[in-house]
């Protein structure tokens, strides 16, 4: 895999982490379980990490939900910082894969890995990372953060497999389109 890190991809990380932390208090809460939500952040995650790749998505996802905490909670809770950067890191790692610059998102195939890999992404990150890292790091209760953990899942695989999906769709049409330009003579 080769990762490249340009003007565009620091343009991405700056812009991307502005627009997690905005989009911090933007959310359903699940009322079911405390602390967790449906967030629209997600797709903007997944979105940069399908676009620009591993380094993108993890930064992204660690600097804009530390700044997000930090901002509007007065204090950083880390065992969820670590797995949001996983997941973007996760997605990344697949982005050549998807096509999404060139256009090729477009296709039922690639939405489908897109899924496939969001969704693994999101199980290894809120059912063993975010929970494990609670009880270690805060002491936390097993059954608690466990259930946390599944219902962040959930609310994330729904907000990026919907939002995240039409995003990196549109995109993509656009992305793909711009590429045809030719030099007039």
């Known amino acids: ?17 502005a627009l997690f932390v905005v989009l911090t208090n933007a959310q359903i809460p699940l009322i079911i ?8 952040r997600m797709a903007i995650l997944a979105f940069l990490a399908a676009s620009f790749g591993p380094v993108v998505g993890a930064v992204v996802g660690f600097a804009g ?9 007065g204090s950083v809770w880390w065992s969820w910082v670590i797995p949001e950067a996983v997941v973007g890191l996760a997605i990344g790692f697949f982005s050549g894969k998807f096509a999404v610059k060139e256009g090729g998102f477009t296709t039922s195939k690639n939405l ?12 290894v990150a809120w059912i063993v990372v975010a929970p494990v890292l609670d009880i270690v790091m805060f002491a936390e209760p097993a059954n ?15 907000v990026v497999g919907i939002l995240g999906s039409l995003l990196l769709v549109a995109y993509s049409k656009i992305a793909g389109g711009s590429s045809n330009l030719q030099v007039e003579e």
Request: net charge positive; hydrophobic share 60%; charged share 10%.
């Open 112 to 123: 489908i890995l897109f899924n496939i890999v969001q969704i693994v992404a999101n199980a």
């Open 1 to 17: 895999m080769n990762v490249k890190i340009g003007i565009k991809e620091v343009v991405a990380m700056g812009i991307g982490t």
């Open 144 to 158: 608690k953060v466990f259930a946390q953990g599944a219902f962040a899942f959930l609310g994330n695989i729904i």
């Open 65 to 73: 939900h530390a700044l997000g905490d930090a901002l509007f909670y």
């Open 33 to 40: 379980v405390p602390n967790t939500a449906l967030q629209p």
